[in-house]
C-alpha cells in the first residue's frame, strides 16, 4: 500500500481555507493567504506584464494592480521557502549558489520591473519600495551567511 500525503481530510481542509480566502483574505493563516495567492497567480492571465504608473509615469504601490500585488507576495513566498538554499554558506565559494526558481524571470518580473515601488504585508509591515530593495531586503533576510529554513514547521504558532 502507497503512503500518499494527499488525502480526502486534506483536500478538505484546503477547498475549507480556499473558500475563507476568497471571501476575507484576512480569515486565513498568512501563510495560506501566500499559498493561495501564488495559486491564483499561476492562474492569472497578465497582458501586460507588471507595467503600473501614474500620471507623471512613475510607478507607484497604489497603482500596482491585482496581478502584480500577487506576484511580489508571491516573491516574498518564494524566498522565504526557498532562500535557504542560495544561503551564502560557503566562505570559500566564488559565487552563492543559484536558484532558477528565484530568477526574475520564473517569479515573473523583468529588468524594467525593478524600478517599480511595491509592498507586501508579508514583508516589513507592509512598507513601501523599489522592487529591487525588496529583493535586496529578501536576499539579506534569508540568503545571507545563515540559511534557515523553517516553512516545512507544519504547526503555524511554532513556524510564527
Not at 33 to 56: D, H, M, Y
Not at 107 to 125: H, M, N
Request: one cysteine or more.
Amino acid at each position: 500500500m502507497a503512503i500518499s500525503f494527499a488525502n480526502r481530510f486534506n483536500a478538505d481542509l484546503l477547498d475549507q481555507n480556499y473558500e475563507r480566502w476568497r471571501k476575507d483574505p484576512a480569515s486565513v493563516d498568512s501563510t495560506w493567504a501566500a499559498f493561495f495567492e501564488g495559486f491564483e497567480l499561476g492562474s492569472v492571465q497578465v497582458k501586460n506584464g507588471a507595467a503600473a504608473a501614474t500620471q507623471a509615469g512613475a510607478p507607484t504601490a497604489a497603482s500596482v494592480d491585482g496581478p502584480l500585488q500577487t506576484r511580489v507576495d508571491g516573491l516574498v513566498y518564494a524566498y522565504r521557502t526557498l532562500g535557504h538554499t542560495i544561503a551564502n554558506l560557503d566562505p570559500l565559494a566564488r559565487e552563492r549558489p543559484q536558484n532558477p526558481l528565484l530568477s526574475l524571470r520564473e517569479l515573473g518580473f523583468d529588468e524594467k520591473d525593478l524600478d517599480l515601488t511595491v509592498s507586501s504585508k508579508f514583508l516589513l509591515g507592509g512598507q513601501s519600495m523599489k522592487l529591487r530593495e525588496m529583493i535586496a531586503s529578501l536576499e539579506r533576510i534569508y540568503c545571507g551567511p545563515i540559511g534557515t529554513e523553517f516553512m516545512h514547521i507544519q504547526n503555524p504558532r511554532v513556524r510564527n
